[in-house]
């Protein structure tokens, strides 16, 4: 991966301006080439006031005047990956490069920053969630968008899909209000930080598959009811498996019980996603195969410890990990602990 960056960055004529800069510049075209590279991360430094006025679909916001700036890139972001990093002008994203190309980072910057983009007619976004684009096998774009916690939006081909949609937990809120009605949704269990009736209800169209196990569809009085080891076909190029989902330390059987909740493989396009549900590392994540996203979940005593996650990992080998349903458990050393297994792990803000 990074000798193919090396070449684009080549390719596209990137040179540093001085012989004692760290990083290079790069202008709109180039830098939105490297944008869509699966092997770069796309860093905005700005406030998170100017990122909620319009940024670059896919960017992560991490305001370089904060004190912690470093600190928080590097446990958001492996060493490993190129950043591109951009900001109003291109004078503070330089500096942030400047900072963490020090740090082991190779970093690229926007000249002109998110003006110069604007000013070429590249668009921008409102939307304040994470997102992660990733291509199916046949080339169509599949957007990742990190809600909180357990809830994921997953857009494809004018399809949304909503797994685990909560309106509110502690102090953070979703407002499904704002967004388009789902397609399909998934739940895959009913505890509160995964099943929310009123979620559910503003998502829903008379149109909308909600796919989820026995108990929650017994409680709404709707809904398609998939058992562990059952498979749906949704559409033509979509699929779901159920896939066990519960706890195996003792003291903790009684959270997840063995056959009741759900994970689910979803192929949309080829593109095989596995999200876990509550879940220990047990032992039929052996049986799934050619998995390209995982999305884990990490807080005992209810689902995997670190050492779990690192184990489940290392099972299954996704391309793409990203731990989720984390809460407080510190899942920052998980990037650094999996480099040596070719998997991208992507810490997004799914406390």
Known sequence: MKKAITCLLATLGLTTACGQQNYENVDVKGFSELAENPGVALLDVRTAEEF?????????????KQSDFAEQVSKTVPTDKTLALY????????????????????????????????????????DTHEVDVVKTKSGKTVKFHALMHASIRIVFDGKEIEIDPV?????????????????????????????????????????????????????????????????????????????????????????????????????????????????????????????????????????????????????IKPKILFPYHYGQTDVSKIPSQLKDFSIDVRIRHYE
Request: a negative charge.
């Open 52 to 64: 909620a006025e319009g940024h670059i679909e896919g960017a992560l916001n991490i305001d370089q």
């Open 167 to 315: 309106t509110k937990l502690g102090n953070r809120t979703t407002d499904y209000g704002s967004m388009p009605k789902a397609d399909y949704i998934f739940v895959t269990h009913e505890h509160q930080d995964h099943f929310d009736k009123a979620a559910l209800s503003i998502l829903s169209t008379d149109e909308t598959k909600l796919v989820t196990n026995k108990r929650c569809a017994d409680m709404l009085g709707y809904g398609q009811v998939i058992a562990n080891g059952d498979e749906l076909k949704l559409a033509d190029d979509i699929t779901v498996e159920a896939i066990p989902a519960y706890n195996t330390t003792e003291g903790h059987l009684q959270f997840h019980p063995k056959g009741r909740d759900n994970g689910f493989v979803i192929t949309i396009d080829g593109l095989r996603i596995y999200v876990a549900g509550d879940t220990e590392d047990i032992p039929e994540m052996a049986t799934l195969k050619d998995i390209d996203i995982a999305f884990l979940p990490c807080n005992q005593p209810f689902t995997m410890t670190p050492d779990q996650l690192l184990n489940a990992a290392k099972t």
């Open 87 to 126: 900001c109003r002008s291109g004078r503070r994203s330089a500096n942030a490069a400047e900072k963490l190309a020090a740090m082991g980072y190779k970093c690229v910057n926007l000249k002109g920053g998110i003006i110069a983009w604007k000013d070429e007619g590249k668009q921008v976004t409102t």
